[in-house]
């Protein structure tokens, strides 16, 4: 994957973590309930300004490597 389509996945991932619904995040991305409302909690309160800012919801490393990648494909999906 080039840079170009590295930078456009990253964004569109962003923008799919900013809008989606704790539903659209539960099922596109193949998480629990808490984990979604995690992200939304994050995102009422800080907000996320990168794809790194993930890891402050406190995924274990496996999980996280897996949630990137869900993350990426969901965010393809929906553009």
Partial sequence: ???ASELATDTAA?????????????EALDIS????DRILDQRAANGFTS????KKI???KKELLAFHDALAHAATNTR
Avoid at 14 to 26: G, M, W, Y
Avoid at 33 to 36: E, G, I
């Fill in 51 to 54: 794809i790194d800012d993930i």
């Fill in 1 to 3: 994957m080039g840079k």
């Fill in 14 to 26: 962003l923008h799919f973590l900013r809008t989606a619904s704790k539903d659209s995040l539960v």
């Fill in 58 to 60: 406190t995924l274990r």
């Fill in 33 to 36: 309930p808490l984990v979604a």
